[in-house]
């Protein structure tokens, strides 16, 4: 099956503690993006990549870094210095936009970060 | 800047009802419209986009959308409304200026009664 694959599902940080999530996608996409969502906010960008070892602040790039070492994986480490991590960050993926702007993102099935 | 705004938080609707969840979006250029569902604790699931030239747009699950220029609409529609719609509906833009990142809407719950 082809498809973007998030881990875990569900993840505890204790105060002070860096995680690292998870995202692997095997559907030969050059292009890779990391959201956080909150309840009414909406979806909001924490960082993308277009290109293997090539990667850019989102909106909300603080306190998150990111590497891009393979073109299938994109993972996401939440620093103690993000005051408010607790959050569902979900994981993205497109083929290279170039002249297709009016392709569609695909998405995995979201981590659940809780700070205990 | 792109942007897109979903004015209702939530919309409520009788099954077999049918159903409007609204969107207005601001671009510079051409519009690269999206619609995505995402259910409780799940990922968002394509449903539809935008393509040049046509004003109603038809995607899965019997969703369609209603392209308005002049508007700067983008609404999604269902003739008939099931339980099973219930979810939080998003609208998205791509962002020319941006390298093409998606811009989303703060979503609308829609909720779906027998």
């Known amino acids: 099956d082809g498809g973007i694959t998030q881990s875990p599902k569900y993840l505890f940080r204790k105060e002070g503690q860096n995680v690292t999530l998870s995202c692997e996608q095997n559907?030969?996409?050059?292009?890779m993006y990391w959201y956080r969502q909150d309840p009414g906010q909406g979806l909001r960008l924490i960082y993308y990549?277009?290109?293997?070892?090539?990667?850019q602040k989102g909106d909300i790039a603080e306190g998150y870094s990111v590497s891009r070492e393979k073109k299938e994986s994109f993972p996401l480490t939440v620093t103690s210095a993000q005051k408010n991590p607790t959050a569902f960050y979900l994981c993205?993926?497109?083929?290279?936009?170039?002249?297709?702007?009016?392709?569609?993102?695909?998405f995995g099935q979201g981590t659940r970060l809780t700070v205990v | 800047a792109q942007s897109v705004a979903q004015p209702e938080d939530q919309v409520n609707v009788a099954e077999g009802n049918p159903l409007t969840v609204k969107c207005t979006y601001s671009?510079?250029?051409?519009?690269?419209l999206f619609w995505y569902v995402q259910y409780p604790n799940r990922g968002l699931q394509f449903l539809l986009k935008?393509?040049?030239?046509?004003?109603l747009v038809k995607g899965s699950y019997g969703f369609e959308a209603e392209f308005n220029k002049s508007q700067t609409s983008f609404h999604l529609k269902k003739p008939s409304a099931l339980v099973s719609d219930s979810a939080l509906y998003f609208c998205a833009v791509r962002d020319g200026g941006s390298q093409g990142n998606l811009i989303f809407g703060k979503g609308t719950k829609l909720s779906v009664k027998p």
């Open positions: 993205a993926s497109s083929i290279d936009l170039g002249q297709l702007m009016n392709t569609e993102a695909f």
């Open positions: 935008y393509i040049t030239g046509d004003n």
């Open positions: 990549s277009q290109i293997v070892n090539d990667f």
């Open positions: 559907l030969n996409h050059d292009a």
């Open positions: 671009v510079s250029g051409n519009p690269y």
